[in-house]
């Protein structure tokens, strides 16, 4: 995932935008931070450089949401506390053209989108190409060159869940505690002993990006907490286990959600064995994508191969490559190759059958 802005430091973004800026611009700047946060995110590097940077752009980020949602209250537009600020300024991005793309906010050049919807290219009337290069996935025209790319993001980033960060009993107050549950809670010393010793209470509300960070700063400073509903992320903000794997994979293909509750109902419900699922479930519809030529079932699987042959994690890699690559190798249809993600065409190539 590629810098948005790189060299660039919050403060000189902030410094480069006007007093008044205009709603399109505003939403301009709200789409580049928030990739910029998210890619920061993506590296996931533990240190007090990488941790500092991310507050800044971070805060920037809701500074900037707060200004587009101020503009939706005073037009009289309800807006629901039970949204973090995705949720919330989404109808500010829309109206000022932008949409959402798996968390991401790009632009929405309506009749392109059409044309890419319908496989065709809107210069020439070629038939489009999918592709995926890296981090970046779209579709091109083998004729004349024009493509639409956007970008992939990790799980964390797609997951639109909101999550629940409470404080249990058990804590000791310490400065260092009381110091984060104070600056998550935007409240002084005092009333984050009272908080700590009236536990368990709700300190905080978000999507999962929103949570990781909080919920990292709390632990590290040795405040108890639990995530409601389970939060599925590691410390670095990955997916991995049986259970997890499990949720990536429905929260990707959600058309799979009946198939696997009747599929597992009589195994271990969501602690099925990955090798089962995904070599049951998804290879049988991925094999007839490929029989159907369907470019956006494969774009979407070839990202998600993709990512968890990239994961870091020893069990979703061995899964893609005995679950997946394996059989759609096996398979004998070439036109896989073109959907597949670097790293996973490697493993393709190399695999023998």
């Not at 000189?12 to 928030?34: K, N, P, Q, T």
């Not at 101020?70 to 309800?78: Q, T």
Request: with cysteine.
């Amino acid at each position: 995932m590629g810098d948005p802005l790189p060299g660039l430091t919050a403060q000189d973004f902030a410094d480069g935008l006007d007093d008044s800026l205009s709603d399109h611009d505003l939403a301009e700047a709200i789409a580049l931070v928030w990739s910029k946060t998210g890619h920061l995110m993506y590296l996931a590097e533990e240190d007090e450089a990488f941790d500092a940077e991310f507050e800044e752009w971070f805060g920037l980020e809701e500074d900037l949401c707060q200004k587009a949602i101020g503009a939706l209250v005073r037009e009289g537009r309800d807006i629901d506390s039970n949204h973090g600020l995705h949720g919330k300024v989404a109808p500010f991005m829309e109206r000022n053209g932008y949409r959402d793309a798996c968390g991401w906010w790009i632009r929405d050049e309506e009749s392109a989108n059409q044309d890419v919807k319908d496989g065709i290219c809107p210069e020439c009337g070629t038939d489009l190409e999918g592709f995926i290069e890296g981090s970046s996935m779209g579709s091109r025209c083998p004729a004349c060159g024009w493509s639409v790319v956007t970008t992939f993001a990790t799980p964390i980033l797609e997951d639109e869940q909101e999550y629940t960060i409470i404080l249990i009993p058990g804590g000791t107050p310490t400065r260092e505690a009381l110091k984060t549950i104070s600056l998550i809670a935007m409240c002084n010393y005092v009333a984050a002993r009272e908080m700590m010793a009236s536990a368990p209470t709700t300190l905080f509300e978000g999507r999962a990006t929103e949570v990781l960070a909080r919920k990292n700063e709390l632990e590290d400073a040795g405040v108890p907490i639990e995530v409601q509903p389970d939060f599925p992320y590691d410390k670095d903000g990955r997916l991995e286990g049986e259970i997890r794997l499990n949720t990536l994979l429905l929260r990707t293909f959600p058309e799979l959600d009946k198939q696997f509750k009747e599929y597992t109902s009589w195994q271990d419900g969501m602690e099925t064995g990955c090798f089962l699922t995904f070599e049951d479930l998804l290879l049988p519809i991925a094999r007839h994508a490929l029989d159907e030529h369907d470019e956006a079932f494969l774009v979407r699987l070839g990202v998600f191969i993709e990512q968890l042959m990239t994961s870091g994690d020893a069990l979703a890699i061995n899964v893609a490559i005995v679950g997946l690559i394996e059989g759609l190798k096996a398979y004998g249809n070439p036109l896989i190759r073109s959907f597949l993600g670097p790293v996973s065409l490697k493993e393709f190539d190399l695999m023998a059958y």
